[in-house]
Structure formats: structure tokens, C-alpha cells
Nanobody
């Protein structure tokens, strides 16, 4: 079964850390650029971070730059989002999106999301 599964969300106090994982099954993640998005209640989905297929280039939203780190281990078919110094405004559902580097691979995949709540 082809799927992308996020995990690692939960409840954390302000200033705390979480590491989200995005694991691909049924396809090879190394042929895909990966994007982490988040959507807070009542707000539009926001691009948080991205990493190219080989991990050579990363980008971050200004709101998380310096606090979040995206990385990937292609041999494990996994992408991570390390989130430090979390703030209440980071509360959202976080989604992983795999976008193929070759259009012949299709349109890509989305995970089901993992909830992150930052609260004291």
C-alpha cells in the first residue's frame, strides 16, 4: 500500500521540543522533494519547511527559521522535522507532502497529519 505517514505529534509546553517523522511506504522517497505544511484551526495551510530529494537544499518559513530543522534519511524512507523552542502559535496539524522530481511518478502524496499542541 502506497502511503505517507506522519507521527511524533503531541502536547508540549512552550519552549519544548518535538520531532516529527514522515515515513513513506510503497514507494521510494528519494525521488521526491518533501514539504512540511501545517494548518491551525481556522487558518489556511502554511508551508513550514522543505528539503530537496538529496537533502542538499532546505527552506523555512520565517516564522520557524532558526527553531525548526528538516532532514531526511533516504535509506530509511524517512523525513524528519525537528521542532525546538516551540510556541503556542506553532499549534497545528502538521502534514508531510512528497512531490516527485519526475512527473512520470505522478502528482505526489500527502500524509494524514499529526497534531501538535503547544500549551502550558
Amino acid at each position: 500500500q502506497v502511503q505517507l505517514v506522519e507521527s511524533g505529534g503531541g502536547l508540549v509546553q512552550p519552549g519544548g521540543s518535538l520531532r516529527l517523522s514522515c515515513v513513506a511506504s510503497g514507494f521510494t522517497l528519494r525521488y521526491y522533494d518533501i514539504y512540511w505544511y501545517r494548518q491551525a484551526p481556522g487558518k489556511e495551510r502554511e508551508l513550514v519547511a522543505s528539503v530537496t530529494w538529496a537533502g542538499g537544499r532546505t527552506k523555512y518559513a520565517d516564522s520557524v527559521s532558526g527553531r525548526f530543522t528538516i532532514s531526511r534519511v533516504n535509506a530509511q524512507n524517512t523525513v524528519y522535522l525537528q521542532m525546538n523552542s516551540l510556541r503556542p502559535e506553532d499549534t497545528a496539524v502538521y502534514y508531510c507532502n512528497a512531490v516527485p522530481t519526475n512527473s512520470a511518478l505522478g502528482s505526489g502524496y500527502w500524509g494524514q497529519g499529526t497534531h501538535v499542541t503547544v500549551s502550558s
